[in-house]
């Protein structure tokens, strides 16, 4: 019996595909366009395609009629289905119903892709602690939504974003009125606006097994910093111990919004913040986090995140504390060191200082780099990071030595 998977065409699928090739599992491959077939035939056919024994374009408007080929081609069924990508997890659940796959079905997917649905759902059907939030489409709306919170400041970002695309922190009036305006014109969905939560902000990931279990695999704090006028920019991540506060309160936090959202079969990353008042919700996507998270979370633990995530794709089996190495985790220190471009470049001349990071004692790898030739933007958001540099040491101290070192050895010119 074959799995399914959706658009394996980025190194998150492949990963996964290694392992179930391994298991000798055969796979139908679907695509959610022509364009993402032909990347898979350019990067991947030759390494993955021996046991591919089916490729589909999905059309979109009928999903009905491939779900009927895909029954009359494989009569004893499939073993589940793979949707590890964000961008396609809706159809992904779409296709999972009409094949009656024991998947999620899109009223919960469509919760993880709607950061005002999320906030509804979770306010109406459970007591996890929630931000006041709420979409706004008009001026009045949005002033007497600031009257209620009654304090400064307040968050405006597009209901279906991501990246950090488009998030404005308003200070007053003015401000609040031309976030609202920029959202509105953006194109990323509704006008969100949200209560401003204080404190530390960390990623919560985790795994949801098939009957609803949580794991929460990692936990890391982010240090976003005020730099060059942007609020807020990616600065450093460092993982936190599960002996560590706060890793317990947040993990318990995230097992009950997730299981709050019913989400089944897969991971989770979840952005909360910590203030006196406990954990908070940010935002939670049915994904693996941004590469370089699950990459070393799976050097911290000894075992591939993304191996764990395929067998919970595709199986039933509950999740368990002994799925990971806590104490191996425990005892490695890592951060992901995020360069910030403070003034542009329109062409990059060359990249400064990268063969003496790639030789400091912690280097565990480079997430992203920019190529002479192309331009350096200044740093907003993710998409704009100038690079990044993974660190992992069994001294903490050495990690520490060495991000200082990263950042004032790599640069552009
Ligand atoms: N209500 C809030 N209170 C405090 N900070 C917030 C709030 N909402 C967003 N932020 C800050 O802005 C960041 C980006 O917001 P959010 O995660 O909702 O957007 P995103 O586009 O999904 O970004 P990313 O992909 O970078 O996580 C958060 O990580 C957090 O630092
Ligand atoms: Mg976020």
């Known amino acids: 019996m074959p799995y399914l998977i959706l658009d394996p065409t980025d190194e998150y699928a492949a990963h996964q595909m290694r392992f179930l090739d391994r298991l000798g599992l055969p796979a139908v491959a679907l695509f959610s366009s022509r364009g993402h077939q032909g ?5 991947y056919a030759d390494e993955l395609g021996a046991r591919v024994v089916a490729e589909h374009v999905v059309d979109r408007d009928d999903v009905g009629g491939l779900a009927r080929t895909l029954g009359a081609q494989h009569p004893d069924g499939f073993f589940g289905l793979v949707a590890w990508d964000e961008r396609h997890i809706l159809l992904a659940a779409e296709i999972g119903e009409a094949l009656h796959l024991d998947w999620n079905p899109r009223d919960v997917i469509e919760r993880f892709r709607d950061k005002s649905l999320m906030k509804s759902w979770l306010r109406a059907n459970t007591t996890v602690r929630l931000n006041r939030a709420r979409l706004v489409a008009s001026a009045n709306e949005a002033l007497a939504f600031q009257d209620e919170v009654g304090a400064w400041p307040i968050v405006v970002k597009p209901s279906g974003g991501a990246g950090s695309m488009s998030v404005f922190f308003a200070g007053d009036r003015g401000e609040l009125l031309h976030g ?3 959202v509105r014109e953006g194109g990323l969905g509704e006008v969100l606006l949200e209560e401003f939560v204080g404190g530390a902000e960390f990623a919560v990931n985790g795994i949801a097994d098939h009957v609803g279990g949580v794991l929460v695999t990692d ?8 730099s060059h006028g942007v609020h807020n920019v990616y600065f450093e991540t460092h993982k936190v111990g599960s002996r560590e506060e706060p890793f317990a309160e947040v993990a318990a936090y995230a097992a009950d919004v997730i299981r709050g959202l019913s989400l089944r079969r897969s991971p989770f990353h979840m952005e909360v913040k910590v203030d006196d008042g406990g954990p908070c919700l940010i935002e939670v ?9 699950v990459t070393l979370a799976s050097e911290l633990h000894g075992h591939s995140m993304f191996e764990l995530a395929a067998c ?8 368990s504390p002994c799925d990971v190495d806590y104490a191996r985790y425990d005892e490695l220190s890592a951060r992901i060191v995020s360069g910030v471009q403070e003034t542009p470049i329109p062409c990059i001349e060359a990249v400064l200082g990268i063969d003496e990071v790639r030789a400091l004692p912690s280097f565990a790898g ?6 002479p030739g192309s331009p350096a933007p200044v740093s907003r958001d993710v998409n704009t990071k ?15 030595v060495d991000a200082r070192a990263t950042r004032a050895l790599l640069r552009y010119v």
Not at 219 to 226: A, F, I, N, P, S
Not at 366 to 371: N, Q
Not at 387 to 396: F, K, M, P, T
Request: proline share 0%; hydrophobic share 45%.
């Open 219 to 226: 936990l890391w704090r982010y240090d976003r910093r005020d």
């Open 312 to 319: 919970h794709y595709l199986d039933d089996i509950r999740v």
């Open 285 to 293: 996507g049915a994904r693996f986090a941004g590469g370089n998270q």
């Open 39 to 43: 990347l898979w035939r350019r990067r």
């Open 386 to 400: 100038a690079w990044e540099v993974c660190l992992l040491h069994a001294a903490a101290e050495q990690v520490a």
């Open 180 to 182: 609202c305006q920029f």
């Open 366 to 371: 480079v997430g992203m780099l920019r190529r």
